[in-house]
Nanobody, 120 residues
């Protein structure tokens, strides 16, 4: 079993920055793709960003140029640096990781979510 624990959410003014972290823990696993989704009140969960094992990244058009996804493979941790935040970025942010476990099975795990609120 693998657990993902998120941190770094909070309240920030428009134009401000936040950095989300997502740390993976468990026994005998290797992390493949990682990424972030978000869900605003009354809306469906939407893709934000992802990173391949080799570090190739992709972003939603709405965050391109403002958000940066990164990963520290030695620490089994991923990050989402969010700059120039807008009120429309207000949502619960969820990290995910596709993981190869000890028997070779590939599974997807999700974090518990962290609230980001952009408001003056």
């Amino acid at each position: 079993q693998v657990q993902l624990v998120e941190s770094g959410g909070g309240l920030v003014q428009p134009g401000g920055s936040l950095r989300l972290s997502c740390a993976a823990s468990g026994n005998s696993f290797s992390i493949n793709h990682v990424g972030w989704y978000r869900q605003a009140p009354g809306k469906q969960r939407e893709f934000v960003a992802r990173s391949s094992p080799g570090g190739i990244t992709a972003y939603a058009d709405s965050v391109k140029g403002r958000f940066t996804i990164s990963r520290d493979n030695a620490k089994n941790t991923m990050y989402l640096q969010m700059d120039s935040l807008k009120p429309d970025d207000t949502a619960v942010y969820y990290c995910y990781a596709t993981v190869t476990v000890v028997d070779g099975t590939i599974k997807t795990y999700w974090g518990q979510g962290t609230q980001v609120t952009v408001s003056s």
